[in-house]
């Protein structure tokens, strides 16, 4: 395994307990979207997003738009783990006069690009600012992380028709599907497979990957970074709801999570005790 990888794979880990330290302060949360998100967050920021830690307005940065604004904890945690924000931080989260609100404002938090949450306006974001960047001759990439349930909204696949229109190849999006939503089941909510060719029909270069097998994650980033054709790229990511935690994996509904005191330590000491790599300095507390 390369040392890119198992860098990665620790990261992934501190995102996970960052988010689970998070999820204890405030008793519940989005907590099995972040831990299956991880691994994604992990490739986004430890390897892919053209950043300066210390400069989140640097006008050179890649945009990390957050469309599906209730999987703050997940990003909080990423931006925790990339030194934008400060891991002290995490004890307020979801607190009065918080920099860390429960759903994500881009008014509050260093990293944080929009105030997402209404769900299908990430993407249409995404859209204006992609096309901004190359009126300005930007090279910066723009990537929209959104969940399966924005799959549902018209408005998405207007910005996806838009985004092939456009030639928008400085436009990546990352598509978590769970196939969880906070009324059950997103393919019984509103059935949306196949998406690959969905989402190839709109003119789009399509992936689909296993959203925790860290390599292909890695590999699918590089692919749609580096593809030469003038189109947007999207990934879709199968992920599991809970990954790292078995108990919370089990779960039948685990959309938001409450869980009872003693559960918060249980969790981490499982986390910790799959910990990919031995430990490092700078590994969480």
């Known amino acids: 395994m390369s040392d890119l990888t198992n860098n990665l794979r620790e990261r992934a880990y501190r995102i996970r307990r960052y988010a689970l330290r998070m999820g204890e302060v405030q008793g519940q949360g989005y907590i099995g979207q972040a831990l299956g998100w991880a691994d994604v967050l992990a490739v986004a920021y430890g390897h892919a997003i053209k950043q300066r830690p210390g400069e989140p307005e640097w006008e050179g940065r890649d945009r990390f738009l ?17 030194g934008v924000i400060d891991e002290a931080e995490l004890e307020t989260y979801g607190g009065d006069d918080s920099r860390l609100p429960m759903s994500g404002m881009a008014t509050y ?14 993407l249409v974001i995404g859209v204006g600012m992609a096309l901004g960047l190359k009126h300005k001759r930007n090279p910066a990439f723009v990537y929209n992380s959104m969940s399966d349930g924005e799959l549902d909204e018209g408005s998405t696949w207007e910005a996806a028709m838009a985004a092939a ?18 009324d059950g089941p997103s393919s019984k909510v509103l059935g949306f497979e196949p998406l690959v060719d969905k989402w190839a029909a709109f003119g789009w270069h399509v992936q689909r990957v296993d959203g925790n ?5 890695l590999a699918a980033f590089d692919a749609a970074r580096d593809l030469a054709e003038a189109k947007p790229r999207v990934i879709l990511f199968d992920t599991l709801m809970g990954k790292g935690v078995p108990f919370l994996e089990q779960r039948e509904k685990n959309h938001f999570i409450r869980v009872d005191p003693p559960e918060w330590q249980q969790a981490l000491s499982i986390l910790d005790a799959g910990r990919p790599t031995p430990a490092t300095e700078g590994a969480a507390a």
């Open 165 to 182: 229109h456009h030639r928008l190849d400085n436009l990546i999006c990352l598509v978590d599907i769970n196939n969880q939503q906070a």
């Open 66 to 82: 957050l469309s599906h604004g209730h999987y703050a904890i997940a990003h909080y945690a990423a931006l925790i783990e990339a």
């Open 109 to 122: 938090t260093p990293g944080m690009e929009i105030s997402g949450g209404s769900l299908g306006q990430g």
């Open 213 to 217: 097998d860290l390599p292909a994650v």
